[in-house]
């Protein structure tokens, strides 16, 4: 789901209407305690999909594709280049023989890299498969998207985005008097109306799960099928999207998982979703890279966490900067812009409602209580203790009964940064012309057809055409370090790029191949095709 905090019937809300949910957690377990990376989707589901912070990827700023016209003065746009040993989740499966697709959101930050996925499209999804082969498949609902809480006219000015559809026109069927308003929103119809259409959002999404898991269940995949439901983040209200605030970063968390995971089941213990990529990974019986920096919540390797972590970068049009650790009872807040405000120039959020409403009780002079954070700076540190503040209201930095926590907690954050935050204390313009060779976007190179037959040992293929004495097989080569590798054997426009893993058998008689790469953040390559005749 997206942009999405936990107000689910199995959550204990008593205004949700989620019975697909609710039947979920009832068939396996439910996580409270579990925490998006970041308050925002890019770098949030960077994270989530590679197993690695977004904020040691250099993926950690949203969002990397504003053209300039959009930004004066970003070094943007670009696609943010992890690390070369850096894969998505699904490319470890497709490895592994899996089926992989996704339907269909990605917004990854380093591009969409077509070796990723076996199809991504709106009709993607497991049914898609050879029989009996396994499968990885992702579903992403946008119908909870912060802009899903504007009035019915605020919304058609998305037409053309990757915004669904709404269920609600102008009325609605929850009742907007029985929501909860956090204290640090104006208590205003406007405010009330918007969460309240979250609520009819989520019940929408909520019927979309449904007829998932039927046609999971219809298919006979039920009972050996792993299923998660999670979110990006929070709920697009002000102060919990884009702030990383248990409001902006405690997210849903649902796995069942039949014969490994008791129904009806309710774990405590802290998870960050940089521990999906991971957990999926183990719990499947594949190898976990070294490189990843979260840990598995699940199965035999399961290992439970002190604390979580989160990053606050560049949103949109302004920069920022906020690292945060989190552990059951205490949050601790690292400004590294103290003095500057809370409230920063952020033109789509300040579309909200409830930030309209903000905005205007501010000029008013009419602000009170929690409500002024709007107009308030930040200090240099923030410490919250969650038990009695579960809204993060009052500040306890320099209250000394919670010193010791304020020392741990500090501690545990220069701990965290020392191992991940590499691109931190650079900023955006270096960090992009390093990555890119200050030459724009770099392109992958061509990958190379390798033959290996007998009297023809691993030389490269000729453009014209090459015979080969059987049996042979076809390596397939790229110089551009790191770099991921599809070929097919198909014609057309829109063939199924395999992934390649190592040597290609050729049959007897003429195969034409076809191969591209592309390295995560740069340009995919030119495409290469050749011909090979192999003789009985």
């Known amino acids: ?26 068939s396996g377990r439910r996580y409270p305690n579990a925490f998006a990376t970041a308050p925002v989707c890019a770098p949030s589901r960077s994270a989530a999909v590679t197993g690695c912070y977004q904020n040691s990827l250099g993926t950690h700023h949203m969002r990397t594709t504003h053209t300039n ?55 993607a999804g497991w049914w898609g498969r050879d029989d009996d082969q396994p499968f990885f498949a992702a579903f ?21 985005e990757a915004i669904e559809a709404l269920p609600t026109g102008g009325s609605l069927s929850t009742d907007p008097d029985a929501v ?9 119809e406007a405010t009330r109306n918007a969460i309240a259409r979250q609520y009819e959002n989520i019940h929408a999404a909520d019927a979309w799960i449904g007829d998932l898991l039927d046609r999971l269940d219809a298919d006979g995949l039920a009972e050996n099928t792993i299923v998660v439901l999670w979110s990006d983040h929070g709920e697009g209200l002000p102060r919990a999207k884009r702030w990383p605030y248990d409001s902006g970063i405690n997210v849903p968390l649902l796995v069942r998982w039949p014969g490994e995971v008791d129904g009806g089941t309710v774990s405590d213990e802290l998870v960050s979703m940089v521990d999906l990529a991971p957990t999926l990974l183990a719990a499947c019986g594949l190898d976990v890279p070294r490189h990843m920096e979260g840990q598995p919540f699940l199965g035999e390797d399961a290992t439970e966490r002190e604390y979580v972590y989160a990053a606050r970068d560049r949103y949109d049009e302004s920069h920022d900067m906020i690292r945060v650790v989190r552990g059951q009872r205490y ?5 590294y812009y103290p003095g500057q405000p809370y409230r920063q120039w ?18 008013a002079d009419e602000l009170d209580g929690a409500e002024s954070w709007v107009a308030a700076r930040r200090p240099a540190e923030e410490l919250y203790d969650l038990g009695t503040d579960p809204h993060e209201t009052e500040n306890l930095i320099d209250d000394p009964d919670h010193a010791d926590a304020r020392d741990r907690l500090r501690t545990a954050l220069d701990e965290w940064l020392d191992r991940v935050d590499e691109y931190a204390a650079e900023d955006e313009t270096a960090m992009t012309r390093r990555r890119h060779g200050g030459a724009g976007e770099p392109t992958t190179a061509t990958p190379t057809f390798v033959p290996n037959a007998p ?49 290609i058998s050729l049959s007897a008689g003429e195969t034409t191949l076809r191969a591209k790469a592309i390295r995560y953040g740069f340009a995919e390559s030119d495409e290469r095709e050749a011909t090979f005749t192999v003789s009985d």
């Open 180 to 188: 909860s308003v956090p204290p640090y929103l104006a208590d205003t």
């Open 69 to 123: 016209d959009d930004a004066p003065g970003l070094a943007t746009p670009y696609d943010a280049v992890p690390p070369h040993y850096v894969r998505t989740v699904s490319e470890f499966f497709r490895q592994a023989g899996y089926y992989c697709t996704n339907n269909v959101k990605t917004d990854y930050q380093f591009g969409e890299p077509f070796t990723a996925w076996d199809e991504h499209h709106d009709e």
């Open 455 to 503: 009297g023809n040992r691993e030389r490269e293929a000729t453009p014209e055409g090459t015979t080969l004495d059987g049996p042979a097989t076809v390596s397939i080569h790229c110089s551009t370090q790191g770099a991921s590798v599809g070929y097919t054997t198909e014609s057309g426009p829109d063939p199924h790029w395999r992934l390649y893993t190592g040597p």
């Open 1 to 26: 789901m997206e942009d999405t905090s936990p107000r689910f019937g199995c959550y204990g809300d008593e205004v949700a209407r989620t019975p697909n949910i609710d039947a979920l957690a009832e």
């Open 346 to 363: 952020i033109p789509f959020r300040n579309r909200h409602p409830a930030m309209v409403d903000l905005l205007r009780r501010d000029a």
């Open 331 to 335: 949050k601790y807040v690292r400004n």
């Open 140 to 160: 992403n609902n946008t119908v909870t998207h912060e802009s899903g809480m504007w009035p019915p006219a605020e919304r058609a000015e998305l037409a053309g």
